[in-house]
């Protein structure tokens, strides 16, 4: 990974974000992507504003086979700014063995990048749309030293998570529910729903892009493309032999009888999801290990 990729990265999304209303940064996203070296990962970031100003906290952890049972891992920051209406800057500083510098104070830039002369200097880009419901995260490894000198950017997005205006109510989360699997809690194999082609999607979608059913799809291929982007081929499609298999239908969860519509992604690599909507809205995303 070089730094004309790094930069191209950064312009998709200043693109993606521009010529719109402002909107606020504070809330809770669920994020899911990955690293530069295809490490796929998933993300909770929370932004509360403070007296001292924005305070962000990131938890994220490695979804990829190879490293999904290694601890999820937490970096805050309070140096944070608004580059433009709907763009934030993030800097977060790791010491030599990864752990958070940015939680016990307001500290500048320099003196992170002085941390970072032993550590990690991390520098988090994050975009919203036009209607706050969305952000997408690209954060540069600056210094690539110490734990963290095996990668160069992770690129991931996520919409809102909460029950305002911009936010989906994660539903399961809010009722306990932990494991929302569409297997091992509603007991439905992938398999016995129907199935579509990434490329049977899209001829369905400039068919009828009207239709419900393939909103859902694409809303949740929005998720889940950044973790998906590096096996396009050169029409921007994802190939037969390194594709998944969208599996759709209706599901009735067996502890309450509420029922749901749910869209499935089943990855070849370690990147399945399960996604659940109720009344047309979305309802819960849940990450397949």
Request: no cysteine; hydrophobic share 35%.
């Given at each position: 990974m070089n730094r004309t990729t790094t930069l191209g990265a950064l312009a998709l999304c200043l693109l993606w974000s521009a010529s719109a209303s402002a909107q606020e940064l504070q809330g809770e996203y669920s994020l899911f992507g990955r690293y530069s070296n295809?490490?796929?990962t998933r993300a909770t970031l929370k932004v509360a504003q403070t007296p001292e100003g924005l305070s962000v906290t990131r938890t994220g952890r490695y979804t990829s086979q190879r490293h999904k049972n290694k601890p999820a891992f937490t970096w805050t920051s309070k140096l944070v700014t608004r580059k433009s209406p709907r763009i934030y800057e993030v800097v977060y500083s790791l010491d030599k063995?990864?752990?958070d510098l940015g939680a016990s104070q307001r500290l500048s830039e320099q003196e992170l990048y002085d941390e970072g002369r032993k550590g990690s200097v991390l520098k988090g880009y994050y975009f919203l749309n036009s209607d706050g419901s969305e952000?997408?995260?690209?954060?540069v490894n600056s210094t690539r030293r110490g734990s963290e000198g095996w990668w160069y950017w992770i690129r991931t997005n996520g919409p809102r998570v909460g029950g305002g205006a911009t936010g989906f109510l994660d539903g399961f989360r809010d009722r306990g529910v932990t494991d929302p699997s569409l297997?091992?809690?509603?007991?439905?194999?992938?398999?016995?729903?129907?199935a579509l082609?990434?490329?049977?999607?899209?001829?369905?979608?400039?068919?009828n892009p009207t239709d419900p059913l393939m909103g859902r799809i694409a809303l949740v291929r929005t998720y889940i493309w950044e973790s998906l982007t590096y096996r396009l081929d050169n029409r921007g499609h994802l190939?037969?032999?390194s594709a998944g298999t969208w599996r759709t239908g209706e599901v009735t969860d067996p502890t309450d009888g509420q029922s749901y519509s749910v869209v499935h992604w089943r990855d070849i690599d370690d990147n399945s999801f399960s996604v659940y909507f109720k009344d047309g809205k979305l309802y819960s995303i849940y990450y397949e290990n």
């Open positions: 295809r490490r796929h063995d990864g752990a952000a997408r995260e690209l954060i297997y091992y809690h509603f007991g439905v194999a992938p398999r016995d729903l129907p082609s990434d490329d049977e999607v899209i001829a369905k979608l400039r068919s190939p037969a032999n």
